[in-house]
């Protein structure tokens, strides 16, 4: 590979639940994108949400992770701790004028919010308020390396959109930016169940004068109803009781061949690294598990 890559890459899960199938296959396609290149791959635990959380869920998701040989650098990162740098941030969108309180409630916004708050001024709003960026009536295009070129119409097709909620919360959309950027994250792997969520991430990183990462979105896991496996839709936690197999599975549903003669899960991450093949990634928007 010669010498240190200046590829960042993570793992970014909600610790909502224990790790499952379709978390470890994202997990692993991260990884193994990082090591192919002799890069970095980090471990965040984004628990900003402490209602949906549960207090076991960061040690059933990294003794998974750890069990099945995936071993992050550094020191895993807690966004609740990060909750200064998301404030430093949503001040310097709000002192460049690009940021309103909104008192909507969900049920008056639909999925693409059409601005009815954006005259309003935090001096004069006295009720309970969220806080929206305003987005530019403008398209914005990424290309990711699999769904190749993405475009949307910010005020048509995504709108002006939560950056802390009325219950003081600082939404996924800005932390996640933030953190990235921090950490120096250059590329991002993930499920394709996330790709609505690309404009407004890319939109704030331009807005904040971050660098903005390369995109590489996969298809998701989902069971023999179409549902995407999920902690929402009660997807079971994976066994670790044979991880050879459950990397095996996991890497074919990544277009992958594993190693046909691993001894353990050393010898057969080691094969997929050297092996690691993005192209070879279905161009698919699910994956059956029950196929794989």
Known sequence: MGGQSTYTGRFAPSPTGPLHFGSLVAALASYLDARHVGGRWLLRI???DPPRESRAAPEQIMHPLAMCG???????LYQSRRLPDYAQALAQ??????TYPCTC???MTGSVYQGKCRANTF??????YSIRVRVTDS?????DRIEGELRWHLSKDVGDFIVRRKDGLFAYQLAVVVDDAFQGV??????????????????LA???GYQEPVWCHIPVVVDDKGNKLSKQNHAPPIETGDVLSLIGRALSALGQTPAPHARNIDDLLAHAVQHWDAARIPRVRQIEYSSL
């Open 93 to 98: 969108l709000t002192e460049s004028g690009l």
């Open 139 to 143: 398209e914005l295009v990424v290309t």
């Open 186 to 203: 250059t590329d991002i792997v993930r499920g394709n169940d996330l790709i609505d969520s690309t404009p407004r991430q890319v939109y």
């Open 105 to 107: 409630s969900r049920a």
């Open 70 to 76: 995936l071993r992050w650098d550094g020191d895993v």
């Open 123 to 128: 001096e004069s709003t006295k009720r309970d």
């Open 206 to 208: 331009r807005c904040l």
């Open 46 to 48: 984004e628990d900003l």
